[in-house]
């Protein structure tokens, strides 16, 4: 691919959000294929920085003077939710492929422009879901894939933080960002599990949210203290996903809640087996049944350097190059969405809400 150029993510503040800057930006720069032409952010100081930092050629303040480059191939959204319809589908207008950092969009609609501009560009549109890249995670797909826990029916999506609201962005500010864990860490698990799952179609879902914490003063953060008053997202949330085929799915996301640990991750269950994937803790576990026994099983020799940042963004680059399909088309990653979107409907309305 001849150029490559991505929205600007700003460092953090905490050494959870610098790590993912870092992350992403070296994925484009490690990868072969990819030259890095152009850094955007509305800060000038944010874009010139990261221009000097990663020796990128030209630094913007607009999108538009970034997508008038035209040997620029691809653009990597990386600017906050509000911002994600709007830049992809500029991007997709002006001919560039994007990949778009998770969550797709606010809500399912903007999701859906974002898939129609993609179709009408015919450009390809991938979200940034790294989970789906670790090495444990594609053993298990595998595993499942080739019938080794029987029919997955039931799994727990875990995203839970005991008192990690983010003290940096806007990720305690609906109108910024769409919600609250829910968007931000919920949807890297919920994807997570669905795709272990098989991707079942998603037809009802039943939810609840709870706003105890978050919005008052005088609590700890494990990221420092946050700004109570701008927070009117969720503190956590908890649903039951229905599916066609009759599987279900619990979900649980907090970023405050007085449950006694952090947990991210998942738990699949299937007739013949189950599995457990931690991805933060590098941890699959599974559940089987042998000679006699209930067993639980850990596979080991997993790559130490196993890094899916780089096999995501070396993924995307090869579709484009290939000209094949990505692996985590924005039409998968939009049934995540639709799926959290009936979380906040159910809970608004106070029962289960269908979904299409
Ligand atoms: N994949 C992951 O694991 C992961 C991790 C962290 C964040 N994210 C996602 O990345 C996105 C950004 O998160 P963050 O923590 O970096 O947020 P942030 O607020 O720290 O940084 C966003 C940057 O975008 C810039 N910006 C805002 N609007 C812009 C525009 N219209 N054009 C150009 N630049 C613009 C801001 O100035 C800022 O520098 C979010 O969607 C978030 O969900 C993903």
Redesign the pocket.
Known sequence: MKGISY??????RCG??RF??R??SQGFQNCPNAEVLAV????PS??EQRAKEFNIPNCF???DELLSIKEIDAVS????????K??TIKALQAGKHVLC???IAMNAREAQAMIDAAHKAKKKLMI???NRFFSRTEYLKGLIEAGHLGKPYYARSLSIRRRGV?S????GQKKL?GGGPL??IG??IIDLTWYLMGCPKPVSVSGQTYETIGATPGHVGEFGPWDYKTYDVEDFAVALVRFANGATMMIESAFCVNLDKEVFGCHVVGDKGGATLMPLENLVELRLELGGHIMDCQPRHFPADDNP?DKEIAAFVDAIIKNKPVPVPATEAIWTSKIIDGIYKSAKVGKEVPLK
């Open positions: 929205g600007q993510k700003v460092k953090g959870r959000s993912y800057f992350a992403s955007c952010d509305i800060v944010r874009a303040t607009s999108i959204i990386c600017t906050p939710n509000i911002d994600h709007r830049s950092e998770k969550p940034a879901l790294h983010p940096w962005g806007v990720f960002q968007i931000d949807v890297h940042y």
